[in-house]
């Protein structure tokens, strides 16, 4: 008998809750707002391009500082966006630009190297953060650094 009444209850409540008109509890604000979600989506995403992905810095001594530049370019048909630029490890330091590119516009992410305490083959990574396909992209900064004689 509970289980009749809960059921029977249970109908009530669903019968009840649907006799409104979905389309009434739409808000015309976020209508818009899809909207223009829609049209960027339909241009595609920002495409990242770069003069190079990698960097050989070459031989130095160790203590030595190397600062570096990527050309990037927006190739796409959208605002190019680079939320974050995070390294390997805290010897190497990324610049990269906090505004948006426009279609086709370019700019310079640059970073140090400080090759204090290291000796031998390097290889260290830059991550961008993006609004590409990819959202990751990553750049490598490589070289060696000969150990400083005492």
Do not use: H
């Amino acid at each position: 008998m509970k289980k009749i009444v809960f059921l029977v209850a249970l109908v009530s409540v669903v019968f009840i809750s649907c006799k409104e008109n979905a389309s009434s509890k739409i808000k015309s604000q976020n209508l818009e707002t899809a909207k223009e979600r829609d049209a960027k989506i339909a241009l595609g995403s920002a495409i990242i391009e770069f003069d190079k992905t990698e960097y050989d810095f070459g031989t130095i001594n160790e203590g030595d500082v190397v600062e570096g530049v990527f050309k990037i370019t927006n190739a796409g048909k959208v605002d190019l966006i680079i939320t974050s630029a995070k390294a390997t490890c805290g010897c190497t330091v990324p610049t990269w630009p906090k505004e948006a590119l426009k279609p086709g516009d370019s700019s310079e992410l640059t970073f140090t190297f400080n090759s204090r305490g290291r000796s031998g083959k390097q290889t260290k990574s830059i991550t961008l953060q993006t609004n590409t396909d990819n959202v990751a992209e990553v750049l490598r900064i490589s070289g060696m650094v000969n150990k400083k004689v005492k």
